[in-house]
């Protein structure tokens, strides 16, 4: 089970730290991505990490957005900085067992509730 959390409302240029928190599961076994869907649109790549620490960024988010995790906890994080309203979306938490950094929804195996971001100008 993925739980995610840390969203919110707040102006362009600010920050939020998504955490999602995982249970069930030996969390170190698991690739964790963050993903993105604005309403209408189809569920989009932010950014993956693997167990050892291996990072890879949609091109949208790189240099602003940085994903880190922390085996002893079970929890990935998403540190956003210089945020941009067209960063609002639901951004969801996924884990997937293969041993790659995928940017592809389908390859991921669960997937967490969602937490909203809205960006205001």
């Known amino acids: 089970q993925l739980q995610a959390s840390g969203g919110g409302l707040v102006q362009a240029g600010g920050s939020l730290r998504l955490s999602c928190a995982a249970s069930g599961c030996t969390f170190s076994r698991y690739v964790m991505g963050w993903f993105h869907q604005a309403p209408g649109k189809e569920r989009e790549f932010v950014a993956v990490?693997?167990?050892?620490?291996?990072?890879y960024y949609g091109d949208s988010v790189k240099g602003r957005f940085t994903i880190s995790r922390d085996n002893a906890k079970n929890t990935v994080y998403l540190q956003m900085t210089g945020l941009k309203p067209e960063d609002t979306a639901i951004y969801y938490c996924?884990?997937?067992?293969?041993?790659?950094?995928?940017?592809?929804?389908?390859?991921?195996?669960?997937w967490g509730q969602g937490t909203e971001v809205t960006v205001s100008s």
């Open positions: 996924g884990a997937n067992r293969r041993d790659f950094l995928s940017s592809t929804p389908s390859i991921y195996d669960y």
């Open positions: 990490v693997k167990s050892g620490g291996s990072t």
